[in-house]
């Protein structure tokens, strides 16, 4: 079983529809983070939380919406997105929330926005 | 403003040999700098990083030399093998919460 596990792998969605991806971690983290990638842009941090708090909303729009029930599972909920938002959705998570911290990544969701 | 960059997309080089990977960066606070590689379908995986207190880092075939003076860094691998063809990226922490990634280089090793 991988460290860090997110689902779906693939998504497909409309630009009315909602959905969430989930991302769980067993690797006893204390922080959560989604990331971005974008084809030919760096990796962009989204969101962090430490401790299920939120640290960081890296000027995300709304239509992005994090949730953090406890420190093993991270949820990013999806509304009204925009087809510029399809990229690869990555999850992390590392022991404490600073980020010289060792990132231990999902494998991703590849998110397309129709 | 990118503030960390790979400026080769992608770079090719035969079995055995040496590669070298190179990252620019431009914030002169960085003080930790690691290298992550990244497989197809996969997510990237941590490789080797350095302390700006330091200028070389070695783990088995890879090493990174930092050159704080030319904010550069470079990650050497040597010996080249074909299970090393990854995208490769280069990631820098300053403040707060978020590692500073650049665009990844593509490293094709031929056999």
């Known amino acids: 079983e991988t460290g860090v596990t997110q689902t779906p792998r693939h998504l497909v969605m409309g630009m009315t529809n909602k959905k969430s991806l989930k991302c769980e971690q067993h690797?006893?983290?204390?922080?959560m983070y989604w990331y971005k990638q974008s084809a030919k842009k760096p990796l962009e941090l989204m969101f962090v939380?430490?401790?299920?708090?939120?640290?960081e909303n890296n000027s995300v729009p709304s239509r992005f919406s994090p949730e953090c029930p406890n420190s093993s599972h991270l949820f990013l909920h999806l509304h009204t997105l925009q087809p510029e938002d399809s990229a690869l959705y990555l999850c992390?998570?590392?022991?404490?929330?600073?980020?010289?911290?060792?990132?231990?990544f999902g494998s991703g969701t590849q998110l397309s926005v129709l | 403003d990118q503030q960390v960059k790979q400026n080769s997309p992608s770079l090719s080089v035969q079995e055995g040999r040496i590669s070298i990977l190179n990252c620019d960066y431009t914030?002169?606070?960085?003080?930790?700098f690691l290298w992550y590689k990244k497989y197809p379908a996969e997510g990237p995986t941590f490789l080797i990083s350095?302390?700006?207190?330091?200028d070389k880092n070695e783990d088995g075939r890879f090493t990174v030399f930092l050159n704080k003076s030319a904010k550069h860094l470079s990650l050497h691998i040597v010996p080249s093998q074909p299970g090393d063809s990854a995208v490769y990226f280069c990631?820098?922490?300053?403040?707060?919460?978020?590692?500073?990634f650049g665009k990844g280089t593509s490293l094709l090793v031929t056999p």
């Open positions: 992390a998570s590392s022991q404490g929330p600073q980020g010289g911290e060792k990132l231990f």
């Open positions: 690797l006893g983290h204390n922080a």
């Open positions: 939380y430490n401790f299920k708090e939120q640290t």
């Open positions: 350095i302390s700006s207190i330091k």
């Open positions: 914030n002169s606070m960085f003080d930790y």
């Open positions: 990631a820098a922490r300053g403040s707060g919460y978020a590692l500073n």
